[in-house]
């Protein structure tokens, strides 16, 4: 069985942050037609909502570089945009 890109996103999160919160949403529908080829279709346009005891203390710009240094492998085969929205537990989120 084939596994999707938002799935496996959602594994490497877990196995890095055991987040206690986690949702990987897929938004690339809402960016079709935004450059040439872009369809809509697909996993291009990733949005990921964290919430993980390891964020505690960690400024909001090492939380960011450390899920994109996480997810890098997924950037450079293709991933278009990934929209990164990291909490410490007990923080405000707007989701």
């Not at 890109?5 to 935004?34: C, W, Y």
């Not at 996993?43 to 909502?49: G, K």
Request: overall charge positive; proline content about 6%; glycine content about 8%.
């Amino acid at each position: 069985m084939e596994t999707t890109l938002q799935s496996r996103i959602e594994k490497k999160l877990t196995d890095a942050f055991a987040p206690e919160r986690l949702i990987v949403i897929n938004e690339s529908h809402m960016h079709a037609g935004h450059q040439p080829g872009m369809t809509g279709t697909g996993e291009t346009h990733i949005r990921v909502r964290i919430v993980s005891a390891k964020f505690t203390g960690m400024p909001r710009l090492a939380r960011h570089r450390a899920i994109s240094e996480l997810l890098k492998p997924e950037l450079d085969a293709g991933l278009h945009a990934l929209a990164i929205e990291p909490a410490a537990p007990g923080e405000a989120v707007r989701w």
